[in-house]
């Protein structure tokens, strides 16, 4: 069973860091991008960052330059280095996984991030919360 585990949030002052993690399991890790979302109360889900099967990134314009996505596919395991954050990045973050094709190919990441290829995978997210 797929299975996405996302943790390292909480509550962190403005312009502080946080590295949040997203443990997956019960599917091919190497083939597949693996992207993190966030959603505020009110507000509709954005694409924040994305890792391709290949190494490459992609990232939503707000983060560029301040948030670094990584992955090890021997733990099969991503993680998203959050740096200089600011209140406008509350949220709960999820991280989630693709396995149909619609815009990119299957692996890969659309650019910019998001595009339009289905996430499909996803797991309960874990919450920021940046304080002014």
Known sequence: HVHFVESGGGLVQNGGSLRLSCATSGFTFDDYAIGWFRQAPGKEREGVSCSSSDGATAYADSVKGRFIISRDNDKSTVYLQMNSLEPEDTAKYYCATYTSSRGAM???????????????YWGLGTQVTVSA
């Open 106 to 120: 299957i692996g890969q990441c659309s650019n910019p991030f998001p595009g339009l290829d289905p996430y499909d």
